[in-house]
């Protein structure tokens, strides 16, 4: 075979992997032609921290390369055919910090440092991969979990910039009477007309639900539609997404949305547009649950809040977007619930707030997820809080069955507003917190991993307020516990074998990877610790990661990795989730890995491993 059919055939092998398959055919072969090619015999070592200077870049061809810790050689990573390294070494141009070793005997390409940072220069594909691989995989991975899903969904794509959905608006002057609106809205076959000051600044707008209610109360044509208009705009810019129009939708529980730049109406987009063959959507949703009044009800409505989740998959929705859409829509089906659990109860003073603790604390509900909840409470003078207590646990143990009829069941921890340790008191919530973080014992380090991510969903919001900075100037006032809260959450590892394998376990009585209790909750608790010792005043994983990050002055593409690989295992448990929901079967975070694709079990290998390296940042931040 001569040199350009060798040549060709290599950058054909090539082309079936990330990043080669984005790059130009000219900087693929530029980068062939350089390539030499290698062979190891299994044990063999390829590269170590001892060897001097920058090291080549690798490709496997063919075998097994296994990354190692230096000083215990201990096997933590395993690669396989089409994957690169040692990546961060070559980037900061400097020698790796691991051992790599031939896990099998391994055919690799090898390009040389000189000619790597080259590479970066000419191929845009390979830089962008180089500098943000997982990032790359990640997309990857929701392009075909997005294609899989999408012949059975027709929906709009949530990433669509609102500005390409737009229809023009029907405007007219606030001094138009009722009657001439009426009639341009009849002529033009519309549900809504905003009124516009002479700049088209929008002033407010009048829908048929208006129109409904000022022919019931036979309101005379000829009064001026300002006086009748409503004037609370919801607006959003052409650059937002139709995700962030739909969540919007669902806060406000509204139709419409109008399209402002620089305080010009330039579009309106109605929910038709976002979801325009979709059975039922976000505003349907939230008006239903305003009218809700029964559990069966209840329990439908949450039946469509899982549905319009699975479609949202489908239509590609990133996964800390949609959990903080469940969680949204959860809230408002959780209001209702306990609004309607509470009817009739003579509270005779006590005010309360009803609070989330867990996943739902931190905005990271997934399709199928149990109860944590509790309340907080405040007697009137004169009563004691055990009969306050009294007076609140009946309706709390009615919403606490009511919710498990609508999709969230109990919690086999009791951790329940029904369980008279999770009905406290402001002062008694704020001198448990504080128990827990001066004793530090087993018990309480678990109790800190759950009750410690409380968000107010129901009620006074100021007592859940409250007891937060608590929390934060005990923990700030005992950085003992947090050192004991490391030292217990670094005892868990990422379910990596000593050969790069998963190592499978039984949850529930089924065997395979248990995406949360193995997966998620290394991020969560790391970020949650993180988040205590800096003062973070933020509830979801990502945010404190994030704001974590900026605090600590880590590099942005650090904390991204973290972040990405955390919501790459929520996608995973969605995935799931909804899988078991089209077959009839009860959600769980069960998964086997060989059934996953290769790209997503590569990208499963890869998301553990920055949960090794957060947990190291966790290490270090303590010294432990």
């Known amino acids: 075979m001569n040199t350009t059919s060798l040549t060709a055939q290599i950058a054909r092998e090539l082309r079936q992997h990330a990043p080669f398959d984005a790059m130009t055919e000219a900087d693929l072969l530029w980068m062939v032609q350089r390539l030499k090619v290698a062979y190891f015999e299994e044990g063999t070592l390829l590269i170590s921290p001892q060897d001097n200077g920058e090291p080549d870049l690798q490709i496997i061809k063919k075998g097994i390369v296994r990354s190692e810790d230096a000083n215990s050689n201990t096997p933590y990573l395993e690669l396989h055919e089409g994957e690169m390294f040692p990546i961060g070494a070559l980037l900061s141009r400097r020698p790796v910090i691991s051992n790599y070793r031939a896990g099998a005997d391994t055919f690799v390409y090898q390009l040389s440092s000189s000619d790597f940072q080259q590479l970066l220069e000419r191929s845009e594909a390979f830089r962008a991969f180089g500098t943000r691989r997982l990032a790359h995989l990640l997309e990857l991975s929701r392009q075909r979990i997005q294609s899989a899903l999408s012949t059975r969904s027709n929906q709009q794509h949530t990433d669509t910039p609102l500005g390409e959905l737009a229809h023009k608006p029907i405007t007219c002057p606030p001094d138009t009477s009722l009657g001439e609106v009426l009639r341009q809205m009849k002529a033009q076959r519309i549900g809504s007309m905003i009124m516009v000051d002479a700049e088209h600044k929008p002033l407010g707008i009048f829908t048929l639900v208006d129109v409904l209610t000022h022919a019931t109360r036979q309101t005379p044509h000829d009064t001026p539609i300002h006086e009748l208009m409503s004037t609370s705009l919801v607006c959003l810019p052409p650059s937002a997404l139709t995700f962030d129009a739909a969540l919007t939708m669902a806060q406000h529980r509204i139709r419409h949305l109008l399209i402002v730049e620089r305080d010009k109406l330039v579009g309106i987009v109605a929910e038709r547009d976002l979801f325009s063959l979709q059975r039922i959507g976000v505003y349907e949703i939230a008006t239903a649950l305003d009218h809700a009044h029964d559990v069966e009800t209840l329990a439908q409505i949450s039946r469509d809040i899982r549905q319009l989740a699975s479609n949202m998959l489908a239509q590609g929705v990133a996964p800390e977007n949609l959990t903080q859409l469940i969680s949204t829509l959860n809230d408002r089906l959780i209001e209702r619930v306990v609004e309607q659990a509470f009817d009739g109860t003579q509270l005779q003073g006590i005010i ?22 509790g309340i907080i409470f405040q007697a009137p003078d004169g009563m004691s809080n055990a009969e306050a207590r009294k007076i609140l646990l009946p309706a709390a143990k009615r919403a606490n069955d009511w919710l498990a009829q609508c999709g969230f069941p109990l919690c086999k921890g009791n951790v329940m507003a029904s369980n008279p340790e999770c009905c406290l008191s402001l002062n008694e919530w704020q001198l448990q917190f504080g128990d827990w973080i001066e004793g530090g014992n087993l018990q309480h380090l678990l109790n800190a991993k759950i ?6 969903v129901w009620g006074e919001f100021w007592m859940a307020y409250e007891i937060r900075e608590h929390l934060l100037h005990c923990i700030k006032q005992r950085p003992r516990f947090l050192h004991m809260l490391t030292q217990n959450t670094l005892e868990y590892k990422p379910p990596l074998s000593l050969l790069g394998d998963f190592i499978l376990s039984t949850h529930d009585g089924k065997t395979g990877l248990d995406l949360k209790v193995n997966g998620t909750v290394f991020f969560v608790d790391a970020a949650r610790i993180l988040s205590l010792a800096n003062g973070i005043d933020a509830y979801s994983t990502a945010q404190r990661l994030r704001l974590y990050g900026e605090q600590a002055g880590i590099r942005t593409e650090t904390v991204e990795g973290w972040v990405q690989a955390f919501h790459f295992l929520l996608l995973l448990r969605l995935q799931h989730q909804q899988q078991a ?19 997503d079990r590569r990208i499963l290998k890869e998301t553990l491993r920055q949960a090794r390296k957060l947990q190291g940042k966790l290490g270090e931040s303590f010294r432990i």
């Open 352 to 373: 309360f707030c009803w609070v989330a603790f867990g996943s739902e604390g931190r905005q990271e509900q997934t399709i199928g997820t149990d109860q944590d909840n």
């Open 581 to 599: 929901l089209e077959n009839q079967r009860e959600p769980d975070n069960t998964i086997d890995p060989k059934t996953l694709s290769g790209l």
């Open 451 to 456: 009750y410690f991510d409380m968000r107010p």
